[in-house]
């Protein structure tokens, strides 16, 4: 059984009411746990942005979130479902480790490249089997994509227990060494986690944005996912271009796991990434699969993350409610024709009657003379 992910836009205005409804969801839990929303949300506004560290914070967890969300953006925009987002970055992880130890030799700018284009190449063929279920035998590629996710992490674990495990190391984190000191990413935020990875993924999302809108390639890349049938009917290449974007979504997932090893890490580590690639997804979801947009859920996202933490310690409230709160807006966003019955517009519709009713005497009579 197959099925097309057909992208499908997303209001602004829906997105901001389903942002305001998982918030109000989340102040009702906040109110059950007997604690005051306000305070609570206050909390979360400070850890997010009330300091440079708080910003530093916001991005840091933003970072990982644009690469995965763009590689899943450059798929579904192709009209594929990548859900394999998670295991693409892990084996990218590790080959990005791998190549920071073992090449420390290369001159540093070489050394950089190496590491990142071996973690896309990995996360590439990691994209190749779920690319050719779905094009060569006619399956759903996001079930393969995803159980793929399991054997990655297993993999790379077993990869590092049995080849690559420092001396020394019982009993602690499974990890490689540390990667050269040359392929550490800069910090551009210093002392703060924030590295120019930020500023490579804001780099990607831009010509990402310009490559799709604006070019030959983008322009069948979108056919192809809003209507198979009719790019076909045009002479796209349907399957080619489904096998091109999952390809690239893949490499893009690899350049994730080669940004956190250069940039946080310093190694590979299991059970580095907290979900990375799920939250990477729902972040282009909230996106609505734009480039930008996904900027905009990312930031988002890194900011609820930030946020959590400092109420996490200041306020006693489990980081999972930070969780939850994402989860019910994503429902919401989802939920396209509730959020688009019940908002913006109908509460514009709404206030301007209301102003309409309240506006004195002749208002109307004057503004129209």
């Known amino acids: 059984m197959n099925f097309d992910f057909r992208q499908k836009p997303i209001k602004v205005k829906t997105a901001l009411f389903a942002v305001m409804l998982g918030l109000l969801a989340g102040a009702v839990l906040i109110l059950f746990t007997g604690n005051n929303p306000l305070v609570i949300y ?4 400070k850890g997010a942005f009330g300091s440079a560290s708080s910003i530093a914070s916001t991005l840091r967890w933003a970072t990982p ?50 590491c990142m284009l071996a973690a896309m190449a990995a ?17 759903n590629e996001a079930i393969p994509a995803m159980m793929l996710n399991y054997v990655a992490m297993n993999l790379c674990d ?25 392929v550490k990413l800069a910090k551009i935020i210093p002392p703060y986690t924030v590295t120019y990875g930020f500023v490579i993924a804001f780099v990607l999302i831009v010509v990402a944005h310009f490559m799709l809108k604006y070019t030959k390639a983008g322009y069948r890349i979108s056919m192809t996912g809003m209507n198979s049938e009719f790019a076909q009917y045009g002479g ?21 796991g080669a940004v956190e090893v250069m940039g946080v890490t310093w190694r590979y580590e ?21 480039p930008f947009g996904l900027l905009i859920g990312a930031l988002f996202m890194g900011a609820v993350k930030a946020g959590s933490l400092v109420v996490e310690r200041s306020a006693g409230i489990p980081r999972a409610l930070a969780e939850v709160i994402k989860a019910l807006i994503i429902c919401f966003v989802s939920a396209r024709l509730l959020s688009e019955y019940l908002g913006m517009d109908r509460l514009e519709k709404w206030l301007k009657g209301k102003l ?6 002749g208002a109307n009579q004057v503004k129209e003379g």
């Open 42 to 45: 206050g909390y979360m506004f």
């Open 123 to 139: 996360g590439l063929v990691w994209a190749i089997l779920p690319a050719i279920i779905r094009v060569k035998l006619g399956g």
């Open 236 to 256: 796209v290449d349907v399957n080619g271009v489904r096998v091109k974007v999952m390809l690239l979504s893949g490499a893009v997932a690899g350049l994730c």
């Open 356 to 361: 309409k009713r309240t506006a004195p005497a």
């Open 270 to 290: 299991s059970g580095f990434s907290p979900d990375f690639g799920i939250e990477g997804i729902l972040a282009s979801l909230l996106g609505g699969n734009e």
């Open 158 to 182: 077993f990869l590092v227990q049995r080849f690559f495990l420092p001396e020394n190391t019982f009993g602690q984190t499974m990890a490689t060494a540390n990667v050269a000191e040359q």
């Open 65 to 114: 979130l644009l690469y995965a969300g763009l590689a899943a953006t450059i798929a579904f925009r192709g009209g594929m479902f990548n859900f394999g987002v998670e295991g693409q970055l892990y084996v990218g992880a590790l080959a990005a480790a791998l190549v920071g130890i073992y090449g420390a030799g290369l001159p540093k700018i070489i050394h950089i490249l190496a």
